[in-house]
């Protein structure tokens, strides 16, 4: 009896050595993987094993001791305490492949401040991050756009102004002067000198006029 109790409890703590730390030491949802904490609460917000299928590995360590957990319909979740209040979010699909390609949550544009929704004119989806946005079309697929270029789409409409969808990353200008990115109706380009400048097709000679080549 002793020997069972003794068992007992050393199969109990190694469960909770197991789990700590891990966000899954209250989990209650089990396809393909355990499902915990903040990651279970965003898996259910977002529609369960409906939206993601089950989970295809373990909840993993990210970048500054943040959380991740990757499932079968082409969709990850990320979490970090000192990221968004400690909420969840959801990245899948082309704009998590081009995160993926961008770095992850290791480079600049860190996590996820948002799930991925749906843009206001109803034909693409972005997620925000800590440091940009990325943005996808089924026209232009997905692309990043952050700091001053982001600031001057945002001032003219986003997706739903003249400039449209970004059509490319943010890009070094030849004359390593500045930086851009071309939309579908036109240009933003940025420079430490002149800021933020946006550019409808087609092109006029106010490149020139910044000192950046088209």
Not at 22 to 33: I, L, N, R, T
Not at 113 to 135: A, C, M, V, W
Not at 175 to 196: L, P
Request: proline share 3%.
């Amino acid at each position: 009896m002793k020997f069972a109790k003794k068992l007992t409890a050393t199969i109990a703590v190694c469960a909770s050595v197991t789990f700590a730390g891990a966000g899954v030491s209250s989990a209650k949802v089990f396809h393909g993987h355990w499902i915990g904490g903040r990651i279970e609460e965003a898996y259910h917000r977002l529609g369960g094993w409906q939206t993601f299928g089950d989970a295809t590995t373990d909840e993993r360590v990210a970048k500054n001791n943040g959380r991740f957990q990757v499932f079968a319909k082409d969709a990850s979740i990320y979490w970090h305490a000192g990221v968004d209040n400690g909420i969840a979010h959801q990245v899948g699909g082309r704009i998590r492949n081009k995160w993926g390609d961008l770095g992850w949550e290791g480079a600049a544009l860190g996590y996820p401040i948002t799930d991925e929704l749906k843009t206001p004119d109803g034909k693409g989806r972005f997620n925000h991050f800590q440091g940009g946005s990325i943005y996808w079309s089924p026209e232009t697929d997905a692309h990043q756009v952050w700091g001053g270029i982001r600031d001057k789409w945002a001032q003219q409409g986003w997706e739903t102004g003249e400039l449209g969808y970004p059509t490319t990353d943010e890009l070094l200008t030849p004359e390593k002067t500045g930086r851009y990115n071309h939309f579908q109706g036109g240009s933003i380009y940025w420079s430490q000198a002149s800021g933020g400048h946006s550019i409808s097709w087609p092109h006029s000679g106010f490149l020139g006029k910044l000192g950046m080549g088209a």
